[in-house]
């Protein structure tokens, strides 16, 4: 089972990404990254107490957040 998540997570990255990178539904497709990142920090980092990867994820949410909240900028696929 964990390999078939772990597939999930690769193509929804890659997949996401890309969406994010050509600026096609930019708030709709921050919402799996965002959700990738804070699943990772509650089951990856916390219980390892790693400070820097928890610092990592926080700044990676935020960064997503100010994409999502802002928009794609003036190269919008959107026709706006």
């Not at 929804?12 to 699943?39: Q, T």
């Not at 960064?63 to 696929?77: F, P, Q, T, V």
């Amino acid at each position: 089972f964990s390999i078939f998540l772990g597939w999930v997570v690769l193509i929804s990255e890659i997949v996401f990404g890309v969406l994010l990178i050509l600026g096609w539904k930019v708030k709709y497709s921050v919402i799996p990254l965002f959700a990738i990142l804070v699943i990772a920090m509650f089951f990856v980092a916390v219980p390892k107490k790693d400070v820097n990867l928890i610092l990592f994820l926080i700044v990676s949410m935020a960064g997503l957040l100010n994409i999502a909240l802002s928009g794609s900028g003036i190269r919008d696929r959107n026709g706006r």
